[in-house]
């Protein structure tokens, strides 16, 4: 068995090692032995070897925050999993490896449909799900607006958006996004700039916006604020400006509204029942796998391929996949 591991922080080429590493071996009662089909670079893994995200293991450790593959071995105990379904690797569970062991209660089958797609299903999704209900008692009609519009977790705000009859304003900062964006099933989808604010509340008619969502940071967090309304609150769950936030204190006082952090690791450690967990996966994995969250792919490769994998994911213009039990 092999699996990708990370010896220090720095230059993927530098840093990553694929190595052996012993068999998971047979499960206990309550796990499941699951071989890995498909697992996507993330940005969070791109800021681990970086040395720069809230959760980094001792070193060395193996790669991969998320991914999917078919059951092979079954515990005695476990209620939901047979073998040879296919399965959520649990989020952050070292995915870039042949085999994952794991009791994680909250797996079930997943739905037929692109391993490629359902491999990403375990963290971005999840992500703009609880964005989208965690901070506001939102109904059908309401407005959110999201800027980073097309991030992972943006593409997948507007379709979740869209079946709860939510409507988005959806922002970009590049013009070829617009019709993409539109045909993802943006209600609105404007170009970030300094009239943000305006051009909001024209394509909106004035809509009383309650919730905004923040990936860039910077300047952009301040237009969102002027783009919301009294009490309204922007959620802050990425700084892809890599700029800090930029923000007039009076602003906040006189609009008494809020600014957020959001880190989807720290949700998953606060659950003590994997019931919630597993209800949203049960709602978002039909979505994955008919099409209406998806993301770009932009190439598979072999464990051997990481430093191929790896420079085609830092382009950021589509996932490269890890296929963990093949080789090109």
């Not at 794991?102 to 964005?131: C, E, K």
């Not at 024209?202 to 952009?220: F, N, P, R």
Request: net charge neutral.
């Amino acid at each position: 068995m092999q699996g990708l591991q990370l010896t220090g922080y720095g230059d993927p080429a530098d840093v990553i090692k694929l190595v052996d590493v012993p068999d998971v071996g047979a499960p206990r009662p309550d796990e499941v032995v699951i071989d890995v089909e498909a697992s996507p670079v993330e940005p969070t893994d791109l800021y681990v070897v970086s040395g720069v995200y809230g959760l980094l293991p001792p070193l060395p450790h193996l790669l991969g925050a998320q991914g999917a593959g078919r059951v092979s071995a079954v515990g005695r105990n476990v209620k939901y999993l047979k073998e040879g379904d296919r399965c959520l690797i649990p989020p952050l569970s070292n995915a870039w490896v042949n085999k994952v062991k794991t009791d994680a209660p909250f797996l079930r089958p997943l739905p037929n449909g692109d391993v490629n797609q359902l491999s990403m299903l375990g963290i971005n999704p999840l992500t703009a799900h609880l964005l989208l209900t965690e901070f506001k008692q939102l109904k059908a009609g309401d407005w959110i607006i999201q800027n980073g519009a097309n991030s992972s977790v943006g593409r997948a705000v507007i379709p979740i958006a869209k079946a709860r009859g939510i409507r988005t304003v959806s922002v970009v900062r590049r013009l070829e996004l617009v019709d993409e964006m539109t045909a993802l099933g943006g209600d609105v989808v404007l170009i970030d700039g300094l009239d943000l604010p305006r051009r909001i509340a024209a394509a909106t008619d004035k809509a009383k916006i309650e919730l905004a969502l923040d990936s860039v940071g910077g300047l952009a967090t301040q237009r969102l604020l002027d783009s919301i309304v009294l009490h309204g609150t922007v959620i802050v769950y990425s700084a892809m400006s890599g700029e800090p936030l930029s923000v007039g204190g009076p602003h906040l006082v006189f609009f008494s509204q809020r600014i957020q952090g959001f880190w989807v690791v720290n949700w998953l450690r606060s659950q003590t029942s994997f019931d919630k967990l597993t209800a949203i996966y049960d709602e978002l994995a039909p979505m994955v796998a008919a099409g209406a969250i998806s993301f770009p792919v932009a190439g598979e490769f072999g464990l051997n391929q990481y430093r191929e994998a790896l420079a085609v994911a830092g382009k950021f213009r589509g996932k490269a996949i890890f296929k963990p039990n093949y080789r090109k």
